[in-house]
């Protein structure tokens, strides 16, 4: 979630973030191909952004 904010400058709720953690995690198996990720869903909580956001180093 947090990644997603950082570098797509995307909010989306955690669910909504998994394919970019997926391909991600995948970035060597991924390389060199054309790759469209499905980034969905704002039902996130101030709260959860507050917490999501405190826990990066």
Not at 11 to 34: D, H, I, Q, V
Not at 40 to 47: A, H
């Amino acid at each position: 979630m947090v990644h997603m904010i950082e570098c797509a400058h995307t909010l989306a709720e955690a669910s909504g973030a998994a394919p970019l953690a997926a391909a991600y995690r995948m970035r060597s198996e991924l390389s060199n191909l054309k790759v469209g990720l499905v980034c969905s869903g704002g039902n996130t909580s101030l709260e959860h952004l507050k917490y999501a956001l405190s826990e990066v180093d």
